[in-house]
């Protein structure tokens, strides 16, 4: 990046390129301050700051592993952070992962037949983990089935660092994906909590459903919306 000594008055443009292995610990970064603010993300890993480096290395163990899959889009969306050097009036532009994202083609058998991972991981809580993707799983199976037709885009991650809120981090990644679906003519599908739902909301995304679950014993319950966001002129099979 090239250096200035003012900065400009206009906020700059979020990049949004394919992630790659040198993308690894911005993306870590960026995921796991963005999802602090995710009620669902807290209580499925209530140790992660017993256990940090399984967070961690957990977190990049996954973006490796889906940058080698190829119905999978990993995406980074790069602002310039200004650092002063020198004196204070020359500020250096760095680029900085301000946001992720991951882009699933998805197909309607592979939907069908999705079963329940499981993980070691000592920052997690087992059984919340167990429950949740189980109605996760099956809470898809119910509301994106063959109607949405036999393929549709999903959002399996987004994730902005809260420093870059309102700077349109959010809706770069998003616009990547709508600007995908559009020329296929196929829906996006997403699952998300509370907080997230506003901003899928305000994207034009509408719901499907919504279902709670939680561990037998406790009196703590995570809910999770399903939405989805179609280009114009798309309708559900048999409709």
């Not at 037949?113 to 919340?128: K, N, Q, Y």
């Not at 996760?136 to 994106?144: D, G, I, S, W």
């Not at 998300?192 to 995304?205: E, H, I, P, S, V």
Request: charged share 30%; with cysteine.
């Amino acid at each position: 990046m090239s250096s200035s000594s003012t900065a400009s008055n206009n906020p700059p443009i979020p990049r949004v390129r394919r992630a790659t292995l040198e993308d690894i610990e911005g993306w870590i970064n960026a995921q796991l301050t963005g999802f602090e603010l995710d009620y669902q993300f807290r209580w499925r890993y209530p140790k992660r700051h017993e256990f940090p480096e399984d967070t961690r290395n957990a977190t990049g163990a996954m973006i490796e592993g889906c940058l080698k899959v190829d119905n999978l889009t990993c995406l980074v969306a790069e602002l310039p952070e200004t650092y002063e050097k020198g004196n204070e009036t020359e500020i250096e532009e760095k680029p900085v992962i301000a946001g992720v994202a991951i882009w699933e083609v998805k197909m309607i058998e592979e939907l069908e037949s999705e079963e329940t991972p499981s993980s070691g991981r000592r920052d997690m809580d087992p059984a919340r983990q167990a429950v949740f993707i189980d109605t996760l799983v099956t809470a898809e199976k119910k509301h994106f089935g063959r109607e949405y037709g036999p393929i549709h885009l999903y959002l399996a991650d987004l994730s902005v660092d809260p420093k870059y809120h309102r700077r349109r981090v959010g809706s770069a990644l998003m616009q990547y994906g709508m600007d995908k679906a559009k020329e296929p003519h196929i829906p996006i599908t997403l699952t998300c909590g509370d907080r997230a739902r506003l901003f899928y909301l305000a994207c034009g995304f509408r719901n499907v459903g919504f279902v709670e679950c939680g561990v037998e014993g406790e009196d703590e319950r995570v809910g999770t919306w399903l939405m989805y966001w179609a280009p114009e002129g798309w309708v559900k099979s048999g409709c």
